[in-house]
């Protein structure tokens, strides 16, 4: 079974159900229902080609523990009713430890797609779910080799992790030929040369005077190079009561499906984001990304790939030092981010089942 509920989850289950699919292994698909909107979830589903959930929880939004707590009772009477031989959960959103920590309640073997990943920093609800995840995990597939150092100083059995790769980079690989941003760049009016920017992390848009200073930037930004911003549901209003969008080369749009959003980004100058996944995709794109945070737990998108961490004080240099080709950016697409990840991951789950 496994569990999703938030827009990154998607691409990270897509090749694990696909490849489980091809060994002919019974699965169920969960949406907890996290994420409703339809530029929020639907169109997801339709761009990857994923079948349809077989059950929306309907969990919805609400503080963490609400929304946690929703979920694991949801998620505890499905358990109980379908009895899976194991739950695969995704990434570092709520709906992944809310299902880990049910899975360990109930006895049944869960596994953490993403496992290992470390920011170091306690202020980010998502570290808390990396954490919490991994010690309740039974297997722990990893994207990167520093995951399994992070795992191993954490007393994690060897026998237990496996470094298979990253499965969101198999569903950028096998979509790249379909990605497609033309009817955004024709909506807004963009030039050929623009940039892509999101932006929806609690550090930065729940706080006044940190989005103050992050707008700032991003108009010192839009100073230098037309710039898209897709804007998510989180930080929405604060966003456009900052006055952001009255530059005039600053455009919002509404979030994007995965195959507009990676067409704009494919073809930019470059991304200024906070997300994570956008490091890792913007790394196997050649596309530079300046991260609006004060740490990753990416940090192989920096030592190979296009990423560099900014402050509102720097972005600008940076974005100047892109413009100008002065600012060298790595090159190299991370071990075994291949494609192959999602078979990988099946391959050892049904040695396990
Ligand atoms: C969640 C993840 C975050 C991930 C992000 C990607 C957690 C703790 N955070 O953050 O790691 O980067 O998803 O999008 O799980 N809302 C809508 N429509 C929706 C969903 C949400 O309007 O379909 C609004 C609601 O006001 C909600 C707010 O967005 O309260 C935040 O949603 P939530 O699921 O709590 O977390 P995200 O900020 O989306």
Not at 9 to 16: E, G, I, R, S, T
Not at 96 to 116: D, F, P
Not at 211 to 237: F, K, N, Q, S, Y
Not at 332 to 351: F, K, N, S, T
């Amino acid at each position: 079974m496994h569990v999703t509920g938030a827009r990154p989850n998607f691409p990270k289950a897509a090749p694990v159900l696909a490849a489980l699919e091809k060994r002919g292994v019974r699965q169920l698909l969960v949406h907890t229902g996290q994420h409703y909107d339809a530029n929020m979830s639907e169109v997801f589903f339709r761009d990857l080609g994923l079948p349809a959930p077989d059950l929306n929880l309907g969990v919805g939004s609400g503080s963490h523990a609400v929304q946690t707590a929703a979920m694991m009772t949801a998620l505890e009477e499905t358990f109980l009713a379908e009895r899976p031989d194991l739950v695969l959960v995704y990434g570092d959103v709520n709906s992944t430890v809310a299902a880990a920590l049910v899975a360990a309640k109930l006895g049944i073997r869960c596994a953490h797609v993403e496992a290992g990943l470390r920011s170091f920093d306690w202020s980010m609800p998502e570290e808390v779910n990396r954490v919490v995840t991994d010690r309740l995990s039974d297997l722990l597939f990893a994207t990167s080799a520093d995951a399994l150092v992070h795992l191993a100083r954490e007393g994690v059995d060897p026998d237990r992790m496996h470094f298979v790769g990253n499965p969101m980079i198999d569903t950028l690989l096998r979509l790249r030929d379909r990605f497609d941003g033309s009817r955004v760049v024709a909506e807004v009016g963009l030039p050929d040369e623009y940039a892509v920017a999101t932006l929806h992390r609690p550090g930065n848009v729940d706080d006044p005077a940190a989005l103050d200073r992050l707008v700032a930037a991003l108009r010192a930004t839009a100073d230098r190079i037309d710039v898209v911003l897709p804007v998510h549901p989180r930080g929405r209003e604060r966003l456009a009561a900052s006055g952001l969008f009255d530059h005039p080369r600053m455009h919002a749009t509404e979030p994007l499906g995965y195959l507009e959003f990676l067409g704009l980004v494919e073809k930019s100058r470059l991304v200024v984001t906070d997300s994570g996944g956008i490091q890792e995709e913007t790394t196997v794109l050649g596309v530079p990304c300046l991260t609006l945070r004060p740490n990753t737990e990416r940090p192989v998108t920096i030592t190979h790939g296009t990423n560099r961490l900014v402050t509102p004080d720097t972005l600008a240099d940076h974005v100047d030092g892109v413009l100008d080709g002065t600012l060298a950016i790595g090159d190299q697409v991370p071990p075994l981010w291949d494609g192959a990840a999602g078979e990988r991951i099946a391959g050892i789950v049904v040695d396990q089942l």
